[in-house]
């Protein structure tokens, strides 16, 4: 009986959260009757992967080595094909995360195989994973399978599929012998300045748009962001006009979010927004136009000047 094969995100040693929510629905999937394993990469990242057992994972290859410690999309995809060829799994999974999108075609491509992208539901029928995956920027949905192939490559959307702990330690096995012919070399990585909490991470999300008029108003989107803990995103016509960075974008073209919680301040709702964060659980819109399409898609809308309405806002929080 083939498994369920996932590849675990880490940052400085620090595993995803993305990626543990891609095991937990592994190990769902998996039910009883199919053994699920992880792989790991990166240096000096033996030490965690027996705790991914918590996650559902009873086996982890780690491919530890100083030639991974910064993703290289040439290393990273040579790791998980060798834990593939060695665990024989009917599916391998990632997270879809930056990382998970360069790093879930080049894998199947080297499978010879096709993949499966921004998956936001699974079910399983016997061997075959059936995924439902947003088509037209998110205005429909399609139901796939890529049954005859073996491995299938799915990418699973960040923070839709539920995180569940609750195992025991995972067997590790190293991945020996990896030639790590990396052509292309990433030699720093730097984050961004401030600290700022990533809109891809984010379990609430603060965003503004062109109704906030100017970059001098960001601080509102920040003070109710912070009140929340929360991050700040943004609609494109606000980073064209070169008042916050594109790392904040929110959409087609930006980052594609589900947080428990969206409140999108300023922003009319077009398509491309939407493509973004419509898969939020909570959606909360501030916009003086009543008729503005993000009250289409919003769970709770309030037809306001945010000026006026944000700053009570934040008050009653701080309050709470
Ligand atoms: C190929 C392509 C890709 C794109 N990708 C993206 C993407 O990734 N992300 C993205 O966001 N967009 C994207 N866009 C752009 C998108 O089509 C919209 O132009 C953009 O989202 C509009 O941004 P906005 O809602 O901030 O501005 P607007 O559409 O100008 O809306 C501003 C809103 O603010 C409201 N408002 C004004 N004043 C106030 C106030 N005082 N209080 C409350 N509300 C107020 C208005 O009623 C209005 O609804 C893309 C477009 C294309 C063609």
Redesign the pocket.
Known sequence: MAGILVCIEQRNGEIRKASLQALSEAKRLAGGDLPVAAVLIGEGVTASAAGLGANGASKVFVADDANLKLYSAEGYAEAVVKAAEAFGPSAVFFSGTAMGRDLAPRVAAKLGVGALADVVALSREGETFVARRPVYSGKAFTTVDSAGTSPQVISLRPNVFELEEGGGAAEVVALDGLALSIRAVVTEFLAAEGGEIDVAEADVIVAG???I?GPENLGLIRDLADALGGAVGA????VDAGWIGHSN??????KVVSPSLYIA?????????L??MSSSKVIVA????PD?P?FKVADYGIV????EVIPPMIEAIKAL
């Open positions: 748009g062109r109704g008029k609609s494109r016509a606000i974008q929110v959409g087609q073209t930006g301040c300023g922003i009319s709702g077009a398509i491309q927004h493509a973004g501030i916009n003086k136009d503005a993000i306001g000047d945010l000026f």
